[in-house]
């Protein structure tokens, strides 16, 4: 929250004398996670394991370096 | 360059040779820092796309508590299996997304929606794993966070 606060006030600078800009933004993403694994120890056992997905908050910020 | 955190659940599994089997639950965090160049196409003003390629620092709570010797079933004691809690490590990785930005009128508020594909793994040693006392990476659990995500945001200038 503090870098984002720190960006927007040098965007406000530099948004007024060059085409750079800064834009930043958040919101709400599904993330799944993949993490499923399975795997033999010794030649006693089978290990699986598995990471489920769950909602994910997101912030991000960007700097425009040019119009591409 | 962007933050997300998510909270869900890890299960482990482990089967035995003589057919009997323990499964455990614990909640497994994931913090993910990313940075990268992002490619947009399209009118000023209007609806863009965008690819992006990142490198991401991903961030798990510490320890996960999923089998320890007094959780198993009694019927096990015979074959002397293994306490499997983790200590887990940070790890990075990297990846590539895909998104569009639509503005909202003319102040430099879009919406934005993307789809973002990062391939990383969560290193872990076993904790007293007695086949590697060491500490170490004893298991290195592929870990490939997808997330599909809507979102605003507000630009300044340009």
Request: charged content about 20%.
């Amino acid at each position: 929250m503090l870098a984002a606060t720190a960006a927007v006030d040098v965007a406000a600078q530099n948004a007024a004398s060059t085409e750079r800009s800064w834009s930043f933004g958040g919101g709400m993403s599904w993330l799944e996670r993949n993490g499923e694994k399975r795997l033999v120890r010794g030649d006693r056992k089978v290990v699986t394991t598995n990471a489920t997905g769950g909602l994910a908050p997101f912030l991000e910020a960007s700097f425009k370096l040019n119009d591409r | 360059m962007g933050a997300t955190r998510v909270e869900s659940r890890y299960t482990h599994n482990e089967t035995f040779t003589n057919g009997l089997s323990v499964e455990t639950i614990d909640d497994l965090t994931l913090g993910m820092m990313s940075g990268g160049v992002k490619r947009t196409w399209g009118a000023p003003g209007g609806l863009k796309l965008n690819v992006d390629a990142h490198v991401a620092f991903l961030l798990y709570n510490d320890r996960l508590e999923l089998l320890s010797e007094q959780q198993l079933p009694a019927e096990l004691s015979t074959i002397d299996p293994t306490p499997f809690n983790l200590s887990v490590l940070n790890s990075f990785g990297g990846g590539l997304g895909i998104g569009v930005e639509a503005p909202l009128g003319h102040g430099g508020v879009f919406f934005s929606a993307g789809a973002r594909l990062t391939l990383g793994f969560m290193p872990a040693d076993i904790i007293n794993d007695p086949e590697d006392p060491e500490d170490g990476h004893d298991v290195n659990s592929p870990m490939h966070p997808l997330s599909v995500g809507l979102g605003v945001g507000y630009r300044l200038g340009g």
